[in-house]
């Protein structure tokens, strides 16, 4: 089972939770699929309105960053950790 680490910024979206068990596995598109259910506010602060990763959203796979690894159809093997980082703007 998939483990995504939810930043304090997003957790409001996530009822609150640091960590979100998902029974999807595959692909991190069918892990956000499940999400998008599940916690359907967080899901759009991932995803745009096309089901594509926002630009200014890192998620990373066991570590791997997903856009380099093939985006929504990275593989996510039972077990893995996802973790899902806003970019933070500042000067």
């Known amino acids: 089972m998939p483990t995504v680490l939810v930043p304090g910024m997003l957790r409001a979206d996530a009822g609150g939770a640091a960590h979100l068990e998902v029974g999807e596995s595959g692909t991190l598109g069918a892990v956000l699929d499940e999400i998008g259910q599940r916690w359907p506010r967080l899901e759009r602060r991932i995803r745009d309105e096309s089901g594509a990763l926002r630009r200014y959203v ?29 970019s933070v703007a500042g000067g």
Do not use: F, K
Not at 71 to 84: F, H, K, R
């Open 58 to 86: 890192n998620v990373y796979v066991d570590g791997e960053d997903c856009r380099r690894s093939g985006g929504l159809a990275t593989p996510v093997p039972a077990g893995a950790e996802i973790q899902v980082l806003p």
